[in-house]
C-alpha cells in the first residue's frame, strides 16, 4: 500500500512562502499524475495543482494560479509546491494524491497557516 508523506507545511505571515514535499517511500511516483489538495477548516478537499508524469503538464486552480507552482523530481521521487504570496485564505491541511484516482490512502497532510 502506498504511503504518502506531506510535510514543509508552517506558520507563515501574509506574503510569505513555504514549500512542501510530497514523497512516497518505497513507490516510484515518476509514472503518475500527482496533484495537491488542500482542505480548510469546514469546507471540502479541493484540488489545487498537479503534474503529470512524462511532458510535466501543470494545472493550477484560478485562486492559486500565478501564486504557486509544482514540480516534480523524479531522482529523489518527490513532488513540490512551491507557494509564494501566501494569502489568510490558503490556510488549510495540504495533501498531495494520485490524479484522477487517488491512491487508496491519504497521507497526514501538513498544515500551513497564513496569519499574521
Known amino acids: 500500500q502506498v504511503q504518502l508523506v506531506e510535510s514543509g507545511g508552517g506558520l507563515v505571515q501574509p506574503g510569505g512562502s513555504l514549500r512542501l514535499s510530497c514523497a512516497a517511500p518505497g513507490f516510484t511516483l515518476d509514472y503518475w499524475t500527482i496533484g495537491w489538495f488542500r482542505q480548510a477548516p469546514g469546507k471540502e478537499r479541493e484540488g489545487v495543482s498537479c503534474i503529470s508524469s512524462g511532458d510535466g503538464n501543470t494545472y493550477y486552480a484560478d485562486s492559486v494560479k500565478g501564486r504557486f507552482t509544482i514540480s516534480r523530481d523524479n531522482a529523489k521521487n518527490t513532488v513540490y509546491l512551491q507557494m509564494n504570496n501566501l494569502e489568510p485564505e490558503d490556510t488549510a491541511v495540504y495533501y498531495c494524491?494520485?490524479?484522477?484516482?487517488?491512491?487508496?490512502?491519504w497521507g497526514q497532510g501538513t498544515q500551513v497557516t497564513v496569519s499574521s
Open positions: 494524491n494520485r490524479v484522477p484516482s487517488p491512491f487508496g490512502s
